[in-house]
């Protein structure tokens, strides 16, 4: 991989690590039949449950930050391979929950421990998963998602 171009600004170097994360986690991913996107479809769906919850698929897209229609498609994909059901929200009709099957919560439970060791190399450098520098980046990157960002930045905001 080419170093950092000097002076590079914050959105170029935020591109670039997102696009090393996706390609790692793709190609690390892939032996078990997933896509980064399926993955973080599946080991959402597999914290969620563990937590309780059997979200629908808006719940899911709002949940990864992916389009609702991308969550969808990906969702059919996944229940095609046999990894999730897709049902009808008794509560709501128009709604559709997610779910794990049981071989779809394998796939998950071998692909998190994948991209666990995964995450563990990339955040050596800063001291491991577990350290002060760790945390605060974390702290950092949540700031930074949860900060809102609007189309048009010239214009003046209420």
């Known amino acids: 991989m080419s170093p950092t171009?000097?002076?590079?600004?914050p959105g170029y170097l935020v591109w670039r690590l997102s696009t090393k994360w996706r390609v790692a986690v793709d190609?690390?991913?892939a032996p078990l039949g997933l896509t980064h996107a399926q993955y973080a479809l599946v080991a959402s769906l597999y914290g969620m449950r563990r937590a309780g919850?059997?979200?629908s698929q808006r719940r899911l897209a709002d949940h990864?930050?992916?389009?609702?229609l991308y969550v969808s498609k990906l969702a059919r994909a996944l229940e095609t391979a046999g990894l999730l059901e897709r049902t009808r929200d008794p509560h709501d009709?128009?709604?559709?929950q997610l779910a794990l099957t049981e071989q779809g919560t394998e796939v998950a439970q071998r692909a998190i421990k994948v991209v666990q060791r995964l995450l563990e190399q990339l955040l050596e450098p800063l001291g491991g998963l577990t350290s002060e520098r760790t945390?605060?980046?974390?702290?950092?990157?949540?700031?930074?998602?949860?900060?809102p960002?609007?189309?048009?930045?010239?214009k003046e905001q209420p």
Do not use: K, M, N
């Not at 990864?64 to 609702?68: I, Q």
């Not at 009709?93 to 559709?96: H, I, K, Q």
């Open 64 to 68: 990864t930050g992916l389009e609702p």
């Open 135 to 147: 945390r605060e980046f974390t702290r950092d990157l949540a700031l930074l998602i949860d900060t």
């Open 149 to 154: 960002l609007h189309a048009d930045p010239e």
């Open 93 to 96: 009709p128009r709604a559709v």
């Open 5 to 9: 171009p000097e002076g590079a600004t």
């Open 53 to 55: 919850e059997r979200p």
């Open 27 to 29: 190609r690390a991913v």
